[in-house]
């Protein structure tokens, strides 16, 4: 009979992981503009398949609604919402097991991962809509934990370059994009988050109507964190690049009532 932990180590390439470490974890602390790392093909193929089947599309669920001058995007928190399969993967990512790489991978002791999926969850962002560059959230707003790392997983078959979406990392002053990183199939990106760790992916999509930009987020928390990265609680930050403005609440309530309309047209 096949046991939890047999599942979960089904779910998750341990042997994969366990090759990885050595060189990822020096890659990881080296990395600019903060430490980062991304694996490609991460999970066994199969895995990420059925996590695709799963995911549910923009008018399959509840989803939150993020709808201003800096995002444009759905999000899905709710257990309830996410297929069984897809539960398993992110419960074995929450698992003691991975939490274990990435102290290592990280350097980050003591990491504790979130059941609640706070902020994180099932991400789908459709054409058109963005992710603003931004700081994240420090503090769990249930347990008062530290946030120190996310982690992303992309579902994206067959997806281009010239579709956007990636994921840019800036320097602390907000100056430039000093690495980015296309949201493709079976890609995993890990980063440290603290005040200074700025990210997003600003750039409208322009994939097809029928495509979204599908992810899987879980971040990790710690009790208490290095004094140099203490700062008072805040929600998201986000921040301007340079010569990029917000748009105008016209615009957005436009925007917003011609994707309604679109909706109720595709049913």
């Known amino acids: 009979m096949s046991t939890a932990i047999d599942f979960e180590e089904s779910l998750l390439p341990l042997e994969k992981m366990r090759l990885l470490l050595p060189e990822a974890k020096k890659n990881y ?3 600019e503009p903060f430490p980062h790392i991304y694996f490609d093909d991460f999970f066994d193929n199969n895995v990420v398949e059925r996590l695709l089947e799963e995911f549910p599309g923009e008018n399959d669920i509840d989803w939150i609604k993020y709808y201003d001058g800096y995002q444009k995007k759905l999000a899905n928190e709710n257990e309830q919402n996410i297929g069984l399969f897809s539960r398993h993967v992110l419960y074995s990512l929450n698992s003691a097991l991975f939490l274990r790489f990435l102290e290592e991978l990280t ?3 003591n ?3 979130d059941s609640s999926f706070r902020g994180g969850g099932l991400h789908n962002i459709y054409r058109g809509g963005k992710l603003g560059v931004h700081v994240d959230f420090n503090k769990h707003d249930r347990y008062g934990l530290d946030r120190r790392l ?10 281009r370059e010239e579709y956007g ?5 800036w320097d602390r002053e907000m100056k430039q994009c ?3 990183y296309l949201p493709k199939f079976n890609r995993v990106v890990i980063f440290t988050t603290t005040k200074t760790s700025f990210h997003g992916h600003p750039e409208p999509l322009s994939c097809p109507e029928y495509m979204s ?3 899987m987020a879980l971040y990790y928390y710690t009790n208490g964190r290095p004094e140099e990265e203490k700062s008072d609680y805040h929600s998201t930050i986000f921040k301007l690049r340079p010569n990029e403005k917000v748009e105008n609440k016209l615009t957005l309530k436009t925007q917003k009532i011609f994707r309604r309309w679109s909706k ?3 049913k």
Do not use: C, M, P
């Open 29 to 31: 602390a080296q990395a």
């Open 107 to 109: 350097g980050i002791t």
């Open 111 to 113: 990491l504790i991962s």
């Open 150 to 159: 996310n982690l992303l997983l992309y579902l994206n078959k067959d997806w």
């Open 165 to 169: 979406g990636h994921i840019e990392l």
């Open 178 to 180: 000093v690495r980015s």
């Open 213 to 215: 930009r599908k992810s």
């Open 264 to 266: 109720l047209f595709k």
